[in-house]
Every structure is written in C-alpha cells, then in structure tokens.
C-alpha cells in the first residue's frame, strides 16, 4: 500500500489511543509528538506539521466528545480530521464537462511520469465511458513518441504522434480539427531536466493554443522538499489545475509532495500508485487517510461519532417536548434548534434507516422566512395568548395578531396549525421517549 511506514506508524500511534485507561495531556503530548514524527519522516512540510499538531492539541484539550462517544473514539476523530483538512477536504478530481474534446494536458520536468499518466488516464477514463484519445507532443525526447504509441496500442486507445515535426504547437494545429469527435484528448508534453527558459516558453505557446480545460503538472513522489519550489514555478508558468502525483508506490517520502500541494493550493487529482497502466488513482482525502489510519475499524467509529452527535441534539429537543406543557415559545425554539443542525435534507441522511425514506423537500424546510413570520407573530401576541395557544384558537384574536404582525390572518392561521400537529405528536408519543427519540428526527413539530 502507498506510505505503508507512515501508515503504520500512525496505526501505531491510534492504538496508543484505544489502549489507554484514560485520555490526558500527557497521553496527548506523546500522540501529538508520534504525528510530529511520523509525518516529518514522510518528508511533509514542517510548517504545516506544525499546524495540523497544534490543532489536535487544541481541539484534543479543548473539545468534549458527544454524549455516547468515548473520549478516546473522539481523540481519533480529530486526529482523522485534521489529516484530511490537510489533504484538502474535498475530493479532488477532474470534473469532466461537456466541453468537446476536454482536454487534459501534462506538464513536468523529465522522467516524473507524464506519458505514462497519460495512458493511465486515457484508460481511466475510457473505463468510465468517455471517448478518448491520446496526443504525443513531446519532440524533445528521442524515443517519447514511439513510448507513447506503445501504451496507447496496449490499452487499445486511438493516439496522434508526429515523428518528423519538431513543433509541438504545429502538431497540434494540425490535430486540432480531427480531435473534436473525442470527449477527452490527453496532451502529453515535453519535460526538461530542469524548468528551463526554453521548456517555460514551450509550455507558455501550448497552453495559448491548446487552451486546455485541465493543467496537470505531474511530480514524482519522491521529491520531498523540492516539490513545492517546482509547484510554484510551473503555477507560474501556466496556471496549473491540479497535480498528480506519481510513483507513489516507491517512496515513504510522499509527503513532501502532498504538502507542496496544500501550499500552492493546487489540488492533488491523482496518484500514479505502480507501474501499470492500471496503477492510478483519483485522489480523495477522506479515503486516503482512512486507509492511513487503517478503513474498516475507523469507518464503524466515524458512523458512530456521527450519529451520536445526531442522538445528543435530538435528545435534548426531545427533553423540551417532554417537558409538559407545550406552548408557542417552545414550538419556536425546537424549530429553531433543528435549524441549527443544518439543512434537515443532510440531517436525514446521516440518520440510519431516515436516508432512503422519501420525505417531500418543503416538508424538510422550515423556511427560515416562513419562521421570521412566525416570529413576528408571535411578537404580537400577549403573554397570556404565549402561555396558552387554545385562547388564540378564536377569529378575533386572530385577526388582531396578524394585524400587529403584519400578515394575513391565513399566515396566523398556518402556525396554529403547526402548533396542533407538534402537540398532537407530543400527546401520541409521550411516555415513551425512547419511541419519541427515534421518531423525534423524522416528525420534528410539524412536519
Ligand atoms: P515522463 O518523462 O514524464 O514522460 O515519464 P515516463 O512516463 O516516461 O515515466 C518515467 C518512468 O517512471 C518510467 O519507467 C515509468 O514506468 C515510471 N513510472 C511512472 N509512473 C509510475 C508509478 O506510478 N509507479 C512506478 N513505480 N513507476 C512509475
Ligand atoms: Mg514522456
């Protein structure tokens, strides 16, 4: 597996974790340190160990773990969060639009692996159903053409090679027309030894007359510290998109070029994992590091932490429902309190068992508009009226409020409605908050 050092050190370290009586600073020191070590090892950018380990310490002290969630299952949390906030949340990968041809191109020094992400690519992307073809414009190096030719025709994909022309723009121009009937051309270029003059203005006219919708530069794995100079000065050049990164199947030295990522800001797309065509992955943050930390056992917990977040908040609302009598007030703050957790579309996903149910979308929205009326309504009624909602049941009453309120009488009418409905809810429910936990999430009042 890629970084398997790394990965074991810190499995290592998350066991020190799930072994301990309990969890203080001392316990925190010592896996902070472990990380410290761990990722410097690996080559990743000192600085940004710096960060990441003040944070576990800050949050790690600071943070208390959801009712139901040890604080030991908690502590792994944070240690699997802040390493995928360093990774860059998001996945990563090229969004392939309908643009007709896509077109990826591939800049880096010599020998890093352009041509053969091409052809990983290529495949790649073929497997997924997309029409593909790959350009060989790479007339600096004696035999890059006929590499390239040798991939394409193993993986069976159509490719353009020019073996007299020494113009790479004038290869192109030439091609230009006959690649529009491809959904994704892949542009392998010429790298240097270094980012010479001459390779900067190669790669400045390629990019003018390609135009290519994706700039992948490609590194090596192995190139530590030097990766985040070589990052910036190709940003310079081109404006890349992303990176991949490749061969990192043969170094324990991969963070250099994962931090050189996270400082220039340009995303890592993909990894080149081996030499075969197949050895390719489109990078992904979250996967990465719940492979570093050892998948399955973390996955369980991380569901865990989730939903007891989910359990803790329902369960305090729930506790308000319970609480007796059930006025104006409280309708509000429960709605209100269910607001905060997010929009209940997400909310319903994370709960076990709620994701597959088909819930209307306007039922899952309280307004945040339809809310600010009802405060306003509620604004306009007397302390009495708040205290007991079956007086406001009455048409004068009603039309006095949404006059103070500013609404229709329909709109005042809307809340009582919502107003019965949670009681109703409450009533069928009470005496066993166990039952009203689990519905309590599907039925928040009125919905
Ligand atoms: P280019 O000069 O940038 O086009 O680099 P090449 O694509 O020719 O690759 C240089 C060498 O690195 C070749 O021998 C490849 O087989 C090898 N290589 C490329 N990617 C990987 C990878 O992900 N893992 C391993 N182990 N070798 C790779
Ligand atoms: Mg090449």
Request: proline share 3%; with cysteine.
């Amino acid at each position: 597996m890629v970084m398997d050092k790394l990965s074991s050190t810190l499995k290592n370290t998350l066991s020190k974790i799930t072994g301990a009586t309990f969890i203080d600073e001392n316990l925190v020191n010592e896996i902070v340190k472990d990380i410290q070590r761990a990722l410097l090892t690996s080559d990743v950018n000192v600085k940004l160990v710096f960060e990441l380990s003040k944070n576990i310490k800050e949050r790690a002290l600071k943070e208390k773990a959801p009712k139901g969630v040890g604080q030991k299952e908690f502590l792994v949390k944070i240690v699997y969060d802040e390493l995928v906030k360093f990774l860059g949340k998001e996945k990563k990968g090229i969004k392939i639009t309908k643009k007709q041809p896509f077109k990826i191109m591939l800049v880096g020094l010599f020998g890093t692996g352009k041509t053969t992400i091409a052809a990983k690519l290529g495949n790649y992307y073929t497997k997924r159903g997309h029409k593909v073809a790959l350009v060989g414009l790479d007339v600096y190096r004696p035999a890059a053409m006929d590499q390239l030719e040798q991939l394409a025709k193993s993986i069976n994909i159509p490719y353009y090679i020019n073996r007299e022309e020494k113009n790479p723009k004038k290869i192109w121009k030439s091609l230009k027309d006959e690649v529009k009937k491809y959904d994704i051309v892949i542009v392998d270029t010429a790298g240097r030894d270094a980012l010479s003059e001459d390779l900067v203005k190669e790669i400045e006219e390629l990019n003018k007359e390609i135009k290519p919708e994706e700039k992948l530069l490609v590194i090596n794995a192995d190139i530590g510290q030097t990766a985040e100079s070589q990052a910036k000065k190709f940003h310079e050049s081109c404006g890349i998109t992303g990176v991949a990164i490749t061969k990192m199947d043969g170094t324990a030295k991969a963070g250099g070029a994962l931090s050189a990522a996270a400082i220039t800001g340009a995303p890592v797309k993909f990894l080149g994992v081996g030499e075969k065509v197949d050895d390719i992955e489109e990078f992904n943050p979250e996967g990465f590091v719940s492979r570093l930390l050892g998948m399955g056992d973390l996955e369980a917990l991380l569901e865990k932490v989730r939903v007891e977040i989910d359990e803790e908040t329902a369960e305090d609302l729930g506790k308000k429902f319970l609480k007796g009598e059930f006025n104006f007030l409280d309708l509000y703050e429960q709605i209100q309190g269910m607001k905060k957790l997010g929009p209940m579309n997400k909310i319903m996903e994370m709960i076990p068992g709620m994701s597959g149910m088909k819930i209307p979308k306007d039922m899952l929205d309280v307004q945040d508009s339809k809310l600010k009326k009802w405060k306003f309504i509620m604004q306009s009624m007397t302390k009495t009226e708040l205290e007991n909602p079956d007086l406001v049941f009455n048409r004068k009453r009603i039309d006095r409020i949404a006059k103070g309120a500013g609404c229709t009488a329909t709109e005042v009418r809307e809340l009582l409605k919502q107003y019965r409905q949670s009681k109703k809810m409450m009533k069928m429910m009470k005496g066993d908050p166990n039952k009203l936990m689990k519905k309590f999430k599907g039925k928040i009042p009125g919905m």
